[in-house]
């Protein structure tokens, strides 16, 4: 599928004051019609990067592009982009059908024109019965609604959602996921957010791009992402991952072969770096733990069980090898096979070759 | 390190949107704003250099009314009894009014309203009218006038002000914050003192600058509840009207001024402090 | 907010030393003059007390409402103009980075430390036709005929701007006076206003302007209003700057009144006008409560 | 110098106070201040002889504390809520008219006042105090016009018809914010006494003066001296010693009591009812009555004396000045303004009128 750029964005860094750099030569293209998430930790640069594209923060260098259209200069109110800010900032001086009316009433549209977009936009995020009455009588999801219709009546190339879900409970939180990745499949306008929530990001998003101290650090897709991390921090970041500190001992026909030390050498089918210096990782719903000795061709070690966590789904088994801990996430199966474990059980973890996950120190 | 490139060169400087002291309309207004509070008082400071007995032409530079400003008695007395009777009524108004403004924003209790619109009055009435009303009534219960009376009618018309400013900062304030000091097992007293108290610093400054600054301008009440030995500088200022007003009091009008520019500096790294201690919070 | 009765012990040492101290030193001797109001002038200028309306009745002729009206023209004009300057001023403060706002926030109070009196007479200096403002003009004008003027036989004769003892200069100094009463209040509500009203609001494609009008300025209501109800009600009591740098026409309510309790020695009188406005105070502060009690039940309906 | 901070007690007054310590703080007693030795001058500022008051503490050992006020009413206003304890008040013509009728003053004991013979004989029956009983003349002036030579010249300015011709100086003139006085020159000036009780008379000079505003600039609060000297008017309705200040600074201007009359203007030293120490305050009107001190005082004020034996010490310029003291044939002319009474009224409508049309 082609599809033409949303957002170019360019070299771009935002320096506040001497020393501090809080976006550090960001790069990259945001594609029409895309569902794009910036995660990263607080304080990583994400909104700052966000506030930029809106128009609200200046850039110390670079250049950002909106369908085309160099961005320098050109103030928030005259960008093709509106923004669903992390507090909503539904004017409460304003009724709810008054606030979406506001944003059109600029654009010099008919009266009738008006009340219709407003009429529509509320049946979009379902809030019809609810047009005259004042932000504080609103719940805050109701209000994040009035923020969204607002912004989206306005009918903007790109859609900005500053920490979307942060004022929801966890039960509204999922539900408005759903609803918003339904939405935009609907209205077909590219949307930005921004967020720290990693599960979030992955069940949203087209594509996520993950954000570290102001540098971009990979940008893929979500099941990209959580299979294949570039880096330590990446892997860490989305989801859990065991990692141990590894060598590289050269190359084969077969592939790499690496060491990590003290639990032996294996082979590796694809290499990622140069360094001779790697970590290895494997998720721990790829590793299986048992009492007996795993046969084939797998990676085991051999451990004891330190701690067990009932998780409902799941139970999380740690087993402690020589002193560096093992996490396995292990299905909470009624029927067919299944061992259980008690803390300070002998027991073998093990996961396929084709599961580990070689990643940048 | 990586430097910067020049890439933005040549390209025209753009301004946050919210960034309003850096438009230049802005600067404007400060400017504007600056230049029309501050001409008066640069034109009494010069007039305060000024060789000539009355405010009126430029006779050249001299710093005799300085010298003759610090001779006169009168004058430095009349300063004392300002100042002392503007502290003192300072004191006391920022404790009451700190008091009022607490018990109106904490509690709920029958006709609050209006309590709360008459505790507000001292500001609202003309000052004339309070003047003579308080005459009258120290003359009907025979309370001789003095620094006293002039400081009980200055508290009585600061408390309002301080109330006003601690009120707002109180409704600022945690609950929890209290009732986490009395669960770790502190008595009332040393909550209020520990835990509200400096919480409410900066409004109670704020409150206290303010009934220091309308208590030492005042004129009107201070000269009906005023008796012998209670002159004061406003009093002075006022009575020389029928003279013409002298260099002497710019010179110590000048001489205010740098005492209170340095009293607000004071004020503003007090303030500045307890506010780090906030943020540190 | 608790319950009085729940902290009676409580709520009493905080109540009622400072109702104390209001009742002995403002209350009771309001009294005194409100039934001085209802007194007559002796021949000696001396009050008798009794009970009569005529001094209502002689506040409310023709006259007096007549400076009344003039009064609140005035004081309505220096209301809007210390709300033109004093908003955008109080914006300034209230988005200067952090430690010019302390800065700017002392350089509009220290003014105030320096006698009212004296620094309204420097706008004499300032005004008066051979003053600064008119050597400024002056120079502006001689310097502009230097420039264009050559080849003009006659240069014009520099006309002074007469701005000194009429209302103008009467608006400039109750504005002077009064500007910080409305800066200080917006400045205050402002600073607790989210950011992101505004941000939202341009986000949206208004203007500045628009923002300003219809975001900005609605959320800071409160402290616009506070603000307003104080620059109104002092400049309405004020008297000595239409005194000091007033025209031949310039008498308002403040010296009317000042003057009964004055020259004219007519205390029951002068009573009876400050209650007139007092009950017109009264209202305000009413209509406000009014307005602030709307606010809270829009806020707290739910 | 004179005046020790009011708070401070000095070693003498302290052992004197201690004693009576116990009875001075209950309320309602007279403070310790009543109990020293000590005289409470109240009097308006700049308004004295620079040594008058160390004289006085040296010759009689009597301690001064000084106070002040800015009018008569404020003055009048105190004394009648019940005297806060002045000793010894300085009041304007009137003024003393409307304390003596208030019995709000005590009468002048002569025996502690033998200075009070060198009162001059012109000014021993002023209507406003039958024979002094209760006053003494501090300063006397007359209220003409300050002018400005260049702009007018003395006969112009010698008629109180300038500030009524709205062609002459017109918006270059001042009259005084005060009812009586600025009224009272529009009655001399219709012909009229400047104390009528008549309410035609009055309506009249009201008219005279809303006509006239036009060409007027301002009713000065007293300080019709410092527009005449900044240039911004060339005309002021002002008294005599204000504008001789300024005359001193520069020579482009004069003073002229109108053919039509000019008002007399006298402020005089009295002694309020309820003085803690009355024989103190009769030691001070005594002292200020000697001669030189008389002298001393007119030599810094350059107001004129009533005492005839004072002029010998005061400044021959001014003696011989028609400003400080004008010709025989011009003082008599002069008439002082007293209280009206419930006339009072009618004036303060008609001022009312003038100042807000």
Redesign the interface.
Known sequence: MTQSIAIKIDGVSKRYGRNVLAVDHAKFDIKEGEFFTLLGPSGCGKTTLMRMIAGFETLTEGTIEICGQDMHGVPPNKRPVNMVFQSYAVFPHMTVAENLAYGLQIDKLGKSEIEKRVKDGLEMVRMSQFSDRRPNQLSGGQRQRVALARALIKRPKVLLLDEPMSALDAKLREEMQVELVTLQHEVGITFVVVTHDQQEALSMSDRVAVIEGGVVRQIATPSELYEHPKSKFVADFIGKMTTFPGKHRGDTNAGSKIEIPHFGEFQCREIVTDSPDLVVGIRPEKIEVRRREPEGDVIKMRGKVKNIMYCGGENHVYVDVDGHEIVAYLQNETRGFHEKFQVGDDVWSYWELNDVVVLDH | M?T??S??IG??K????????KRS??KL??F???L??????L??IA?SFND??????W?GFTFKYYEKTL?N??LM?AL??SL?VALLATFFATI??T??G??LQ????PGK?PV?????????????????????????V??????FTIT??H???C?PFV?IVVR?RAATIDPAMEEASYDLGAS?IMTFWRITLPQLAPGIIAGA?LAF?VS??D?VIT??T??????T??????????????PE??AA?TM??VL??IV??VG?VL??KTSEKDSEL | MQNWRDEKNEFSILMLPPAFWLVTFFTLPLVVVWVYSFGNRGPLGETNLGFTLVNYVRAFELVHMAILWKTVWITIIVTALCFAFGFPMAMAISFAPGKWKLRLLMLVILPFWTNLLIRTYAWIAILRPRGILNGGLKWIHDTWYSLIGYGVEEIPKFVPWEILYNDKAVVIGLVYVHIPFMILPIYATMEKLDKSFLEASLDLGSSQMRTIFRVMMPLCMTGIVSGAMLVFVLTLGNFIVADVLGGTNSLMIGNQIARQFGAARDWPFGAALSFVILYATFILLWLRSIYAARLEQRDAKR | MLNKPNHGVSRRTFLQGTAAVGVSVSVGSKPAWAQEDIVNVYNWPTYIGETTIETFEETTGTRVRYDLFASNEELIGKLSAGNPGYDVVVASDYAVDLLRKQDLLLPLNYDLIPNGDHLEEGFRNPVFDPGRIYSLPHAISTIGTGFRKSEISREDASSWGIYFDNAILSGKKSLYDGSRLTMGIALQFLGYSVNTVEEKEIHEARDLLIAANEGILTFAPDSGQDLLAAGTVHAALEWSGDILQVMLEDDDLDFAVPKEGGLAWGDHWAVPTGAPHPENAMKWINHVWDPRVQAEIQNTIRYGTANAAAKEFINPDDVNSPVVYPPAEVWGKTEPIIDVGHANRLYDDAWTVIRSS
């Open positions: 990586r910067f490139s890439k933005r390209k025209s753009v301004i946050e949107p919210l960034a309003y002291t309309v802005i207004v400060i504007v704003n600056l029309f509070l501050y001409l008066p008082l034109v009494l007039f000539s007995k009355r405010n009126i032409v006779r001779k008695d009168q007395e004392t009894n002392q009451l009014g008091m009022l607490l018990a904490r509690f709920r209790f309203g709360d619109a008459w505790a507000h009055m001292p500001i609202m009435i003309p000052e004339v009218c309070m003047g003579v009303s308080l005459l009258a009534f120290f003359a009907l025979k309370i001789p006038l003095g620094l009980a009618s508290i009585a018309f408390i109330a707002a009332r600058l600054t030492l301008d004129f000269f009906f005023g008796g012998p030995g209670s002159t500088f406003p009093i002075q200022v006022y009575s020389m009207i029928k003279f013409s007003v002298t009091i710019n009008s205010l001024i209170t520019s607000i500096a503003l303030h500045a």
